[in-house]
């Protein structure tokens, strides 16, 4: 099976919070002088893809879009791991541009790639949690699309997958080709690569493309949407001391929290 | 190239990003237990193995993942400020075992061995210590005789990392009646041969979870292809060994001076006395900005000796002093971590308590600090 993986490269969620910052002019995420890693759940779409080619063989290609200049050694870890090639589709823009937008560059990219039988995604990005990219890319490529999934299980030329749901999961069938936005799971926790593969990974072909290469997507899919504003929420504490008997005071606080909608 | 470039190479800080996220995943959680229990940590070993840390610098064609010896001491300082046990159990395999193979060994040793030893199917340990053959390592009394095309050893080896689990020994014996280091050779013995027993296993200050123990050689016969390197020449192999193994307890070293380091910072962010953070009594800060300073400076000592052993390059004087600075930086940084918890560093919940018994072994094996002091000055003297 041939397997497409779209790696979106972040400021490291695990970064304390004072290192989070936003451009008030433009409304972009500072990324300067941040550490970059690939966004959490792609990792685990990695760990599904190479699991995919462990069992039955093919082929997995990584696929980013962003500025080439700044793409992190992360990448490099992800050929370590199995996939076998990288495309990098250069985009100084493609950090800021809304998930819609960045679909319809990444389906051109994955037609130029060509062949595929499976694209995955992470489930949401670490930054932007639109959850937009792989619907928009399934329409886009006319392919099947299933989101939120943990588990993925080749079977004859289509795929039973396992989709989170409340309080449970759906067992899929899914036709192929397909477009999945993987979910983290105890089965697809992220691989260390092994120590010789991290040397081997530098001869693995990386591919960059110039984002003006991309032809235009068909159709607008970016349409009807403008970010207007970015905030940082403002949390603040507040000390309140309740009077009285600690009888008192118990029922005092159950009525605060009660007030609160906490109980 | 003009100047010194400090900087890590992308495949290092990728080798040190990878190790470090097995050893805080896999090897930290259960540290402290391997040492409560003075358990061998089996299952960390085939971890590790399997990403390619137990023949690191073993070339690929034999097993390996054919990295450098920076690469190597990355990854055993990574593992070591996790676990010191699990960081020798490796180390011993790599620079013990696996090394002199590849440098002595026969290529039909080496195709017998490497590739088991590189990837975890067997473990080596290195028996050279005697009762009466500690620091002067060329008093060795174990005797080989010659019988037919074998060898038959006769001795005991005491203080063997590794002894109880592994399956391959780097066995040390006299096989020429000739004083001192002349009549010494070096002989690759299985374990399971007839004649090879382990005997007494010692109980431990520190390194709890690797095993330390006798191995007693009885009328063992050992077939003469299984000579490593040339007879009579067997204390050569031993020093060449022991000067890349005494880079792995560097690493080692920094590894627990790193961690003594990170989690004395952390806990005096956190702890307050007299209405602040202990972080912001002077006292405290000092003892803080002085084991960072011997850690980094441990530590590039260790490179440096590390770069001149990749080029080829003499680095015997470098790598004593590697290991001579590193051991005693992680005594010390283990003494000043127990000494910023106060009560609580004495207290077995706490990890620097066992840094603490990790930290001395380092300071006595592959060479106390007095012997390194010693190698150092015969080259300072120009007497080596
Ligand atoms: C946990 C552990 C694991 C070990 N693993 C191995 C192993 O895998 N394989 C192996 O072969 N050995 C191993 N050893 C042995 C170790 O290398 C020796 O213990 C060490 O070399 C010191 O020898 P010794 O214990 O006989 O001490 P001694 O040589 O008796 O030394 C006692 C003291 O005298 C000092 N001293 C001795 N000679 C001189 C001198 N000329 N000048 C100044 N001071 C001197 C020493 O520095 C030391 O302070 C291990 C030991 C331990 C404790």
């Known amino acids: 099976m041939d397997i497409i993986v779209c790696l979106k490269q972040v400021v490291d969620p695990e970064l304390p919070q004072t290192e989070f910052a936003i451009e008030p002019a433009t409304g972009?995420?500072?990324?300067?002088?941040?550490?970059?890693?690939?966004?959490?759940?792609?990792?685990?779409?990695?760990?599904?893809?190479?699991?995919?080619?462990?069992?039955?063989?093919?082929?997995?290609?990584?696929?980013?879009?962003?500025?080439?200049?700044?793409?992190?050694?992360?990448?490099?870890l992800a050929l370590a791991m199995g996939a076998d090639e990288m495309v990098v589709v250069d985009d100084p823009r493609g950090p800021d541009r809304l998930g819609g937008e960045k679909a319809a560059i990444l389906a051109a990219a994955i037609r130029r790639i060509g062949r595929f039988d499976l694209v995955l995604t992470g489930c949401e990005s670490a930054d932007w949690t639109e959850r937009v990219v792989a619907p928009v890319l399934a329409e886009a490529l006319s392919a099947a699309c299933v989101t939120f999934v943990s588990r993925v299980e080749a079977a004859d030329g289509t795929l039973m997958v396992r989709r989170m749901a409340d309080e449970g999961f759906h067992r899929v069938e899914v036709r192929l080709p397909a477009v999945l936005s993987v979910a983290s799971d105890e089965s697809n926790r992220p691989r260390l690569p092994k120590l010789k593969d991290i040397l081997a990974a530098k001869r693995k072909p990386v591919h960059v493309w110039p984002v003006a290469d991309m032809p235009a997507a068909p159709g607008d899919l970016a349409a009807g949407v403008e970010v207007r504003e970015v905030v940082i929420p403002q949390r603040t504490t507040r000390c309140e001391f309740l009077e009285g008997e600690s009888?008192?005071?118990?029922?005092?606080?159950?009525?605060?929290?009660?007030?609160?909608?906490?109980? | 190239?003009?100047?010194?470039?400090?900087?890590?190479?992308?495949?290092?800080?990728?080798?040190?990003?990878?190790v470090r996220d097995f050893a805080t995943r896999e090897v930290g959680p259960v540290a402290a237990e391997l040492d409560r229990t003075s358990r061998f940590p089996r299952e960390l070993i085939a971890r590790a193995a399997d990403l390619g840390l137990m023949g690191v610098m073993v070339p690929e064609a034999y097993g390996g993942s054919g990295l450098d010896t920076i690469a190597y001491l990355i990854a055993i300082e990574e593992i070591a400020s996790a676990c010191a046990s699990t960081a020798v159990v490796i180390s011993v395999n790599n620079?013990?075992?696996?090394?002199?193979?590849?440098?002595?060994?026969?290529?039909?040793?080496?195709?017998?061995?490497?590739?088991?030893?590189?990837?975890?199917?067997l473990l080596g340990c290195y028996c050279l210590t005697e009762p009466q053959a500690g620091s002067d390592a060329a008093n060795v009394q174990t005797q080989a005789r010659r019988e037919g095309d074998h060898w038959v050893l006769t001795g005991t080896k005491i203080f063997v990392t590794n002894g109880v689990e592994a399956d391959v020994c780097i066995v040390y014996a006299r096989t020429d009646q000739e004083p001192g280091a002349r009549g010494i050779s070096a002989f690759v013995v299985e374990k399971e041969w007839p004649g090879v027993t382990v005997g007494k296993v010692e109980k431990k200050l520190g390194i709890r979870a690797s095993s330390t123990c006798e191995i007693v050689l009885e009328q063992c016969r050992v077939p003469a292809d299984h000579l490593l390197g040339?007879?009579?020449?067997?204390?050569?192999?031993?020093?060449?060994?022991?000067?890349?193994?005494?880079?792995?307890?560097?690493a080692q070293a920094v590894?627990?001076?790193?961690?003594?380091?990170?989690?004395?910072?952390?806990?005096?962010?956190?702890?307050?006395?007299?209405?602040?953070?202990?972080?912001?009594?002077?006292?405290?800060?000092?003892?803080?900005?002085?084991?960072?300073?011997?850690?980094?400076?441990?530590r590039l000592l260790m490179h440096r000796a590390a770069v001149l052993r990749d080029r080829g390059r003499p680095y015997t004087k470098e790598a004593a002093m590697a290991k001579l600075f590193a051991s005693e930086t992680a005594m010390w940084a283990a003494h000043k971590a127990v000494q910023i918890h106060g009560g609580y560093g004495y207290i077995q919940d706490y990890p620097v308590e066992r840094f603490f018994r990790d930290a001395k072994i380092t300071e006595i094996y592959e060479g106390t600090s007095e012997i390194q002091r010693l190698v150092i000055a015969r080259h300072v003297l120009g007497m080596h």
């Open chain 1, 28 to 76: 972009r995420q500072v990324r300067e002088g941040r550490p970059l890693v690939i966004s959490t759940y792609d990792e685990n779409a990695l760990e599904v893809a190479l699991q995919l080619k462990d069992r039955g063989g093919g082929k997995v290609t990584v696929l980013t879009l962003g500025p080439q200049a700044v793409i992190s050694d992360a990448f490099r």
């Open chain 2, 95 to 121: 620079s013990l075992i696996c090394d002199p193979l590849l440098r002595h060994g026969s290529e039909d040793l080496k195709r017998r061995y490497l590739p088991g030893l590189a990837t975890g199917r």
């Open chain 2, 230 to 250: 040339e007879r009579a020449r067997g204390f050569r192999v031993a020093l060449s060994t022991l000067d890349g193994g005494r880079l792995g307890i560097a």
């Open chain 2, 1 to 18: 190239m003009i100047g010194v470039d400090f900087e890590l190479t992308t495949e290092h800080r990728l080798i040190q990003q990878t």
């Open chain 2, 255 to 298: 590894g627990l001076a790193r961690a003594a380091l990170e989690i004395s910072a952390a806990y005096a962010a956190q702890r307050h006395q007299f209405g602040r953070p202990i972080a912001e009594f002077q006292a405290v800060q000092w003892m803080l900005a002085d084991m960072a300073t011997r850690t980094d400076a441990a």
């Open chain 1, 247 to 263: 009888a008192e005071q118990a029922a005092a606080l159950a009525q605060r929290l009660r007030d609160l909608k906490l109980l």
